[in-house]
């Protein structure tokens, strides 16, 4: 067992979100192992009230820092690290002039490699210790990615991208070499060896990934929804809503579905576990089938502002009440780090300020990038697994220790911060990987 003193920030379960926060000026934090060996939170609290219950346990001190949950990733793509900053007219010339050639060239294993190992690095750099990522549809881009979010402990869920038509042919899934199987069955056959090989390997997890339905047909998208019927404990990501061309496409190429959003359901893609990112463009009979099968939107505001998508609709959520949680869609999006992202999404909140009063707080910004956006995954503790995105006792041990004077000017502000509120602003504000002092992974004893 190790026990850290510093301040402590973490969530309340089940308390409303934005007034869920509990701050210990001066806390304890004790980790070790549960009965599977995980390194869990033991006991979390006042300092002078934890100090005697663990007399032999080494203390680490940590003056003047802040130990906060490791931040959770909704949706990112691994391939897209290098096309961040883009500039495109929107959605589909951003794909078609600089994602597409970026993502054919990780059909080569060495590619991947490199960029797994840079990516894995860069999120837990900015204390991201949980991500929801996209591959390619190159084997090669899942395995890599596997390989190296488990030499580095992350937990990590992605999968094979399907994708069986309208982008070029080096990004497609391929047909089996020997002819056996043509590109749409080879999918589906290599996700599921995929899923077989890794989901709950470690600490990682599958997730089935029709890319958008404009890429994808709907022999793929029905073979799509049996492997998520077969296994429901893997994950479902894909896009939807996202940008008004994006949406006339789909319109056109699936007219028997009453909404792009119910496309997934008549496929068997929607229920819980099945994130989708973006979430903009919807009814109110989208959200109600968000809400009535239990998916979850990753709302990814900087990727929405750099794209021109539009912005996501808090109130109309809140209003019909389904899950969401905070993402940073690299490369669409512009950062890696959780503040960026956290800022993003209170000035697309104020967007849509219809009332005073509604703005995001900054209690349920930092939520819905942890404990929220666990919660939107299924990762909150369900079926008597640890949490994670949270630091209550039994959370698995994944934190940050935030250091507020990292920077001359974050030093001044958050010295004059008189609530926590004010002190969670200053630093979603003015914060970013300087912040970040330290990154810890829950290790297995
Ligand atoms: N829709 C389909 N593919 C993508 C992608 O790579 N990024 C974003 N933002 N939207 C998509
Ligand atoms: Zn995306």
């Known amino acids: 067992m190790k026990a850290y003193r510093a301040a402590i920030l973490r969530f309340a379960p089940g308390r409303e979100p934005r ?13 070790g192992p549960n009965a599977t060996g995980m390194q869990v939170v033991q006991a979390v609290g006042p300092y002078r009230d934890l100090k005697d219950t663990f007399p032999s346990v080494a203390i680490e001190h940590l003056p003047g820092r802040i130990i906060a949950p490791g931040f959770v990733d909704m949706h990112i793509h691994f391939p897209q690290t290098d096309v961040i900053g883009s500039p495109a007219d929107g959605l589909l010339p951003w794909l078609e002039n600089y994602t597409f050639p970026e993502e054919k060239r990780f059909s080569a294993i060495e590619y991947s490699a490199q960029a797994a190992t840079f990516f894995v690095a860069e999120l837990l750099r900015n204390g991201v210790t ?22 580095q402990r992350m937990r990590l869920i992605t999968g ?29 056959i290599d996700s599921e060896d995929l899923l077989r ?26 073979g799509a929804g ?20 994006e949406i006339a496409w789909a319109r056109q190429l699936f007219p028997a579905s009453r909404s792009y959003l119910a496309t997934y359901d008549d496929f068997g893609l929607m229920r819980e576990r ?62 890696f780090s959780p503040f960026h992202t956290m800022l993003a999404a209170y000035y697309v909140g104020r967007e849509g300020q219809t009332k005073p009063g509604l703005s995001l707080s900054p209690q349920h910004l930092w939520w819905q990038h942890t404990a929220g956006a666990a919660q939107a995954l299924g990762l909150d503790g ?20 935030l250091n507020p004077q990292a920077t001359p000017l974050l030093a001044r502000r958050t010295a004059r911060a008189n609530s926590l509120d004010e002190l969670l602003f200053a630093m979603i504000v003015l914060g970013d990987d300087r912040l970040i002092e330290k990154t810890v992974i829950s290790q297995a004893f």
């Open 19 to 31: 007034r869920s926060a509990i701050f210990e000026e001066d806390g304890l934090l004790v980790v």
């Open 130 to 151: 949980t991500a929801l990522a996209f591959a390619t549809s190159h084997r090669e881009s899942v395995d890599a990615l596997f390989t190296e979010a488990q030499t």
């Open 382 to 401: 369900q079926n008597g697994r640890p949490a994670v995105g949270n630091l209550q006792p039994g959370c698995e041990a994944d934190f940050v220790v």
């Open 226 to 245: 049996e492997l998520a019927a077969r296994y429901p404990e893997a994950w479902i990501q894909s896009h939807v809503a996202e940008n008004m061309d």
């Open 197 to 222: 090989k890794w989901h709950g390997t470690g600490r990682l997890g599958y997730a089935i990934t029709p890319r958008f339905a404009p890429s994808c047909s709907d022999a793929q998208l029905r």
């Open 274 to 335: 099945a994130i989708y990112a973006h979430c903009i463009h919807f009814d109110d009979d989208d959200r109600a089938l968000m809400r009535a099968t239990g998916a979850a939107a990753a709302v990814s505001p900087t990727s929405n502002l750099f794209l021109g998508s539009g912005f996501f609709d808090y109130a109309g959520a809140d209003r019909v009440g389904f899950h969401y949680g905070l993402a940073s869609d690299v490369g669409g999006g512009t950062s």
């Open 160 to 188: 094979l991208c399907l994708m069986d038509r309208n982008a070029p042919a080096d990004v497609l899934n391929r047909a089996a070499p020997d002819g056996s199987s043509d590109a749409t069955e080879q999918s589906l």
